[in-house]
């Protein structure tokens, strides 16, 4: 978990626009809202690592949203979503970001726990260009997503477990 925190208050530090919170809120976190980061009812985090790069070249994770039983999901297919995803700036334009995004599909194919069919879904920043190129470059296709602020768009891949 340690590893965890480390990497995203460095990549909010560094790179503040591209992600919707910020380092002085999550720098007060105490160790049990890292731990719901990593899991709660709803959210099951699944990590996303190629073991070929090494940690602190950059992270992202891939989060299970698990219905309410009061909302159950009647759709045939289940969402994972890619967040956090964060290149350290020495590293960038080596294909470390496309290593991760590879690492994150197949983090969300393996999963034992969802249906057959999965949506791996993320939201970016419309202003995101260097953000939108990598997914869309990897497959990604913009989609209506469950709401979110303005200014951020939902991105979606179709993926068989
Ligand atoms: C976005 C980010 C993760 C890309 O990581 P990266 O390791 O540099 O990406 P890669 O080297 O694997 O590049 C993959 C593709 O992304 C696109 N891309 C990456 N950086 C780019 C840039 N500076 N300009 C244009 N396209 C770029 C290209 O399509 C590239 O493919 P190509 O090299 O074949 O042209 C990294 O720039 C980053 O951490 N940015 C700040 C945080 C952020 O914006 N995260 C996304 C939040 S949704």
Known sequence: MEEYWAVRLLALRTDPCAFGSNYEREVQFSNEQWKGRIGTDQIISIAARNHALRPSEGATTVEHWVPLPSKP????????VLVGMWV???HRRKGVGNKLIEAGIEAARKDNNGKARRSLMLEVYDSNETGKLLYLNNGFTICEG????????????????
């Open 146 to 161: 469950p709401g979110g602020e303005d200014g951020r768009v939902w991105m979606q891949k179709l993926i068989q477990a």
């Open 73 to 80: 999901n009647t759709e045939d297919l289940d969402i994972y």
């Open 88 to 90: 350290r700036p020495e």
